[in-house]
């Protein structure tokens, strides 16, 4: 899994070129590496109000994690939403 320390967004391998979008312990979207002559990546988030259910392209699987890690972020601040930090 990785995280970036600030952000409750996390990514969880699923299988051979794919990664589950992971906000707290649910499954918010999903990351796939496309393979061929261009390469590169995708991504859906499926999020309450701003569901993103068809496939967005991404240059690789960075961008993907960025891109999503950030919509993710925006859906949490326009539901007024705040991250709680598990205590430990």
């Known amino acids: 899994m990785t995280d970036s320390p600030r952000s409750p967004v996390t990514f969880q391998r ?3 070129g ?3 979008v ?3 312990r649910v499954q918010v979207g999903e ?3 496309i393979e061929g002559d261009r390469g590169g990546a995708c ?3 499926n999020l309450p109000e701003a569901s993103t259910t068809s496939w967005r392209p991404a240059r690789d699987c960075d961008e ?3 891109l ?3 919509q993710v972020s925006d859906w949490i601040e326009a ?3 705040r991250p709680v930090r598990a205590k430990g």
């Open 68 to 70: 999503s890690r950030g």
């Open 31 to 33: 990351i796939m590496e």
């Open 18 to 20: 794919r990664e589950a």
């Open 14 to 16: 699923l299988g051979l």
């Open 43 to 45: 991504f859906r988030l």
């Open 79 to 81: 539901a007024g939403l």
């Open 22 to 24: 992971v906000l707290g």
């Open 64 to 66: 993907a994690r960025r």
